[in-house]
């Protein structure tokens, strides 16, 4: 366009020109979803139908299928096959398995199924049972397909069901104290649910990668650049490894710690929401181990022990302090970013279990808030809410707040996302570069304040560096929403009657 204010002439007229600026619209951030890493039932079973031969096997549909029973853990029960019209075929006898690819229930190995005959020397003849060339089968296996150990989502919690195993027994155990948890996934997935998680990303601990700390750091690892992994709920289920032990459940929180500190580094914002086994033993108690960590990005949960009712056998089991991650992680993915935990409610559970009910006074459980530890406790209207959402940093209210470090993570990962889909990097630089950098910068910002992400921004400025002139470097300062943790209001008794006094005057008579 014409400089029409300069020095050289220029005749009247129209003149038009393009002074579009880049049009950002950032993906939204995925901040509803809580992912749940932790030891699952460990196989999904199907069935099917297949045509058998004598002469030539047919393959099973799922790779990584169990041709014969596992005592465990997991139990797993060998394979089923019964005619179509019910009958019972026998292995060994009427049929066999062979696997290819692989042993059984590895996830790549493919499993087949031959029919066998009354006489070796004749694979015309029917088998002892009756079972014939071209007949059909419905053959009921399990198996751990080469996913099963992979991060997936879910929004439906059948799904989660159908491939993590039910939540909860549905026999009730022999002994009263006995856990009731049949999937610590499924279960810790169906409570995040419950408090409001509009998804769940599981990742199902691997028994191969080694003991149960192996198992949680290789399911990390799997995690490290997705975005959608924010919030974090490790379960420290007690078993081979020892979850009760003080100095292992120190292991765990910092294996997890420095998992979220490493990947925010890396731009992959995120925290862990944790809680200890039920049968954790004390030695060091939760307040010590807050204080051990002291991380913006994990959080402790208390108490570790709660009731939940299971209504598959009409009782109430008590759970570990892992499932109350969850819930508080849940409840977390339902707010707005700028909400944090404090005095929210939670749901899934039916109670604290009577000696933690007891134990909970005020100076106990200040002595866990001021900490760093995440409580949570039974109100006046006997609903069980969090204290006061602390991450197990509490140095400061930029460290402590839940919200604050939320806020954070989700307005860099904006800017990362927005600004990448600017389509600014790879052009050439032009005079016009920085005001087009700026431009995108500022609609960002203006969206983070339109979704009530930060209150304010302030000092946005863009500029090209010297040393390396291929850098466009933006700053700006912005105001979070920072949480109103206190009402105070001060009251004095006005002791004031108003009564009055008559001075009326009597006649004389």
Do not use: W
Request: hydrophobic share 40%; glycine share 8%.
């Amino acid at each position: 366009m014409p400089d029409i204010s300069s020095s050289t002439y220029t005749p009247p007229g129209v003149y038009v020109s393009d002074e579009s600026t880049p049009v950002v619209t950032p993906r939204g951030v995925s901040t509803t979803t809580v992912t749940i890493i932790g030891p699952a039932l460990g196989y999904q079973t199907t069935s099917e139908v297949v045509t058998v031969f004598s002469g030539s096997a047919t393959a099973l549909s799922q790779r990584g299928a169990y041709a014969t029973a596992v005592t465990g853990p997991p139990a797993i029960a060998a394979p089923v096959v019964r005619t179509l019209a019910g009958q019972l075929m026998v292995y060994g006898d009427d049929y066999t398995f062979e696997v290819v690819a692989g042993s059984g229930g590895a996830s790549t190995a493919i499993t087949q199924i031959k029919r066998l005959s009354a006489d070796e020397g004749d694979l015309t003849q029917p088998s002892p049972n009756g079972l014939k060339d071209g007949d059909q089968v419905r053959v009921t296996y399990a198996f751990t397909g080469p996913t099963y150990y992979e991060p997936t989502e879910f929004e439906d919690y059948d799904q989660v069901v159908a491939t993590y195993g039910p939540a909860l027994v549905s026999v009730a155990p022999t002994s009263p104290t006995a856990s009731q948890v049949a999937s610590a996934l499924t279960l810790a997935a169906k409570v995040a649910l419950e408090n409001g998680a509009a998804s769940v990303l599981c990742v199902a601990t691997d028994p191969a990668a080694g003991d149960f700390r192996a198992q949680l750091q290789a399911a990390y690892r799997k995690l490290e650049t997705d975005y959608r992994a924010q919030i974090l709920v490790p379960l420290f289920v007690d078993g081979a490894y020892d979850a009760h032990s003080s100095t292992n459940v120190a292991n765990l929180l910092a294996d997890v710690r420095i998992h979220c500190e490493t990947a925010a580094a890396e731009g992959y914002g995120r925290m862990a929401f944790t809680g200890v086994a039920a049968t954790y033993d004390n030695t060091v108690s939760h307040d010590q181990l807050a204080v051990q960590q002291s991380s913006k990005r994990l959080v402790l949960c208390y108490p570790n022990r709660l009731l939940m009712f299971n209504s598959a056998v009409n009782a109430s089991t008590e759970v570990d302090g892992f499932y109350l991650a969850a819930a508080m992680a849940g409840r977390l993915a339902r707010n707005p970013v700028a909400r944090g935990l404090t005095n929210q409610s939670l749901s899934s559970f039916s109670g604290l279990p009577a000696p933690v009910a007891q134990a909970m006074t005020r100076t106990f459980k200040n002595n866990l808030s001021k900490s760093g530890v995440n409580v949570a406790e039974v109100n006046q209207a006997s609903q069980l809410v969090a204290r006061h959402g602390v991450s197990t940093d509490m140095t400061s209210i930029l460290t402590q707040e839940i919200s604050l470090t939320r806020i954070g993570d989700t307005l860099l990962q904006m800017l990362q996302v927005g600004m990448q889909n600017a389509g600014l990097i790879g052009e050439a630089i032009t005079p016009e570069t920085t005001i087009n950098v700026k431009s995108s910068l500022i609609g960002l910002l203006e969206q983070a304040v339109s979704d009530q992400i930060i209150v304010s921004y302030a000092n946005a400025q863009v500029r090209q560096q010297q040393i390396d002139p291929s850098v466009i470097e933006g700053t700006f300062s912005y105001k979070p929403p920072i949480p109103m943790n206190y009402i105070v209001v001060k009251f004095a008794v006005d002791l004031t009657t108003g009564d009055t006094t008559d001075t009326t005057e009597e006649e004389a008579v």
